[in-house]
């Protein structure tokens, strides 16, 4: 059974930093893309990252580029999204995703996906 679980989510001002974690369990972690998706109450869900299998390749939302920075660590199945800078704007449940394909193509043309987390909370709020 694929299993990702976020953590790290809170509350932070303005121009702060937060690092999202995803621990991935029943599936080959690195044979798969990852990502990040997130949503606001009300809104549709919005890619805010993708990453291929290896690490490679990543791709990033317009509006998140120069900001957040996606990574894994396939030792230990785990996928990292590091924030900063962060906009009241991204305020949002934050789900950590699994693609079915290996790789992305960075072009702004974000993979697949097959499997959710359950999602963790970031409030950006002075």
């Known amino acids: 059974e694929v299993r990702l679980e976020e953590s790290g989510g809170g509350t932070v001002q303005p121009g702060g930093s937060l690092t999202l974690s995803c621990t991935a369990s029943g599936f080959t972690f690195d044979d798969y893309a990852m990502g990040w998706i997130r949503q606001v109450p009300g809104k549709r869900l919005e890619w805010v990252s993708a990453i291929k299998w290896s690490g490679g390749i990543t791709d990033y939302a317009e509006s998140v580029k120069g900001r957040f920075t996606i990574s894994r660590d396939n030792a230990k199945n785990k996928l990292y999204l590091q924030m900063s800078a962060l906009k009241p704007e991204d305020t949002a449940v934050y789900y950590c995703?699994?693609?079915?394909?290996?790789?992305?193509?960075?072009?702004?043309?974000?993979?697949?996906?097959?499997?959710w987390g359950s999602g963790t909370q970031v409030i950006v709020s002075s």
């Open positions: 995703v699994k693609s079915p394909a290996a790789n992305i193509d960075a072009n702004g043309n974000f993979p697949p996906v097959n499997s």
